[in-house]
């Protein structure tokens, strides 16, 4: 019989591609690691790795395990909580991953409300950028990814296997600097910005950011690239170069030295919450979804 913990073990395996390494993500010792592993292959009656001095590799018996091991724990997961609130429990753990705009925006006013509607319910954040959060959400890492697609992108089927909950649509806008010919115009098409240098932001807003320009007939000159937003409006409000944000990335700091300008035609990005749909029914889950929904529509 397979055992949820001897799955989380060979996954753990399989990433990190060490017994050793693998104990210490799941705070446990080397040999018990060990121990799992060959009883879980005891259990299935084929080996599930092969070992050569140093290195790990899974069998195929093992690489179709792991395929089916995240769909198996998340659903043990939803089944665990389900049944907590149904026996009236009243508590649950919501593992949220948030991009930076997003932690500092709408998470706050979201875990706000759903602390004061739920005290018992517990939510961790950690951040990370789509398609990272994506990948954390199938991997069975989080419960609640908060993540953006720009509209008219390819791979609008990229989230067809998940749950989709669209919070907000949200509106880019130029940043420039005080001094800049363009700061107090009412609106700029991204062409009037072509001969300055540009800052740039995260590598899908970065790869957002060419494609615009070239739709506009000319290729941004990157000085600078970062993926912090206040290191962005600090660079901008040095005079260093340009940039393009999202307004919710706007809203997160203080753009000292720096002004914003509409951009004529808009460019769009629309921001959702994803989760699995076994994990879409778990009480803590829904409700942390439904608080990030009222908050995209403040």
Do not use: N
């Not at 060959?38 to 690489?63: H, Y």
């Not at 705009?101 to 939510?123: E, F, I």
């Not at 199938?138 to 419960?143: I, K, L, N, V």
């Not at 997160?252 to 300008?261: E, H, K, M, N, Q």
């Amino acid at each position: 019989m397979i055992e949820a913990r001897h799955l989380r073990v060979l996954r753990a395996v399989a990433t990190t591609g060490s017994f050793s390494a693998a104990g210490r993500e799941l705070g446990c010792t080397q040999p018990a690691v060990s121990q799992q592993m060959k009883a879980l292959e005891a259990a299935v009656g084929t080996p599930l790795l092969v070992r050569t001095g140093r290195e790990m590799r899974l069998t195929q018996a093992g690489d179709a395990l792991v395929r089916h091991a995240t769909g198996i724990l998340a659903g043990l997961t939803a089944a665990e909580e389900e049944i907590a609130a149904i026996a009236g429990l009243r508590a649950g753990r919501v593992r949220l991953v948030s991009f930076p705009s997003g932690s500092s925006t709408l998470v706050p006013t979201a875990l706000a409300a759903l602390r004061a509607a739920h005290p018992g319910t517990r939510v961790s954040l950690e951040e990370a950028e789509p398609p990272r959060s994506v990948e954390l959400l199938r991997q069975g890492d989080c419960d609640v990814a908060l993540a953006f697609r720009y509209e008219g992108a390819a791979g609008a089927a990229e989230w067809e296997d998940l749950v989709v909950r669209p919070l907000l649509t949200d509106r880019l806008v130029a940043l420039v600097p005080e001094r800049h010919r363009l700061a107090r115009a009412g609106s700029v098409a991204i062409g009037d910005l072509a001969g300055d240098p540009w800052i740039a932001g995260c590598p899908r807003c970065r790869g957002q950011l060419v494609q615009v320009c070239e739709g506009a007939g000319f290729t941004p000159r990157i000085d600078f690239a970062t993926d912090d937003y206040p290191a962005v409006v600090g660079l901008v409000g040095a005079g260093l170069g340009v940039a393009v944000l999202p307004q919710l990335a706007v809203e997160s700091v203080r753009p000292r030295g720096a002004r914003t300008v509409e951009l004529e035609p808009a460019v769009r990005r629309e921001i959702v919450a994803l989760t699995l749909p076994d994990l879409a029914q778990v009480p803590a889950v829904a409700a942390t979804i439904e608080e990030l929904v009222r908050a995209g529509a403040r």
